[in-house]
């Protein structure tokens, strides 16, 4: 597989390696780094052409909540729910408060 960096990264095995670096890869690595938006795939060039290189693929957005409680902070739930009254022994994660504030 032949990839291009997008943007600068480090690995153990090459060290830092730039944005429009050219490297051909094992597939497994080169999959890892394209779900991570580290590089892009490229095609293999012809003689006399030029490097083509693919859009990174889009990822759906989730859908927002409807309560809009997935898109606070955790500073701003923390203080939502002791204003709603609601205690909790030790400090809970933030998918726990939010499920403490839906079943307010």
């Given at each position: 597989?032949?990839?291009?960096f997008?943007?600068?990264?480090?690995?153990?095995?090459?060290?830092?390696?730039?944005?429009?670096?050219?490297?051909?890869?094992?597939?497994?690595?080169?999959?890892?780094?394209?779900?991570?938006?580290?590089?892009?795939?490229?095609?293999?060039?012809?003689?006399?052409?030029?490097?083509?290189?693919?859009?990174?693929?889009?990822?759906?957005?989730?859908?927002?909540?409807?309560?809009?409680?997935?898109?606070?902070?955790?500073?701003?739930?923390?203080?939502?729910?002791?204003n709603?009254?609601?205690?909790?022994?030790?400090?809970?994660?933030?998918?726990?408060?939010?499920e403490?504030?839906?079943?307010?």
């Amino acid at each position: 597989m032949r990839i291009k960096f997008i943007r600068k990264t480090y690995t153990a095995e090459l060290g830092f390696l730039n944005a429009d670096e050219i490297m051909d890869i094992d597939d497994k690595t080169g999959s890892r780094w394209i779900n991570k938006r580290i590089a892009v795939e490229i095609d293999v060039p012809v003689k006399n052409s030029k490097v083509s290189v693919e859009a990174p693929k889009k990822v759906p957005k989730e859908e927002t909540s409807v309560d809009g409680l997935d898109e606070m902070t955790y500073s701003q739930l923390l203080m939502l729910a002791k204003n709603n009254g609601i205690e909790f022994k030790k400090r809970p994660k933030k998918a726990e408060l939010i499920e403490l504030l839906r079943g307010v």
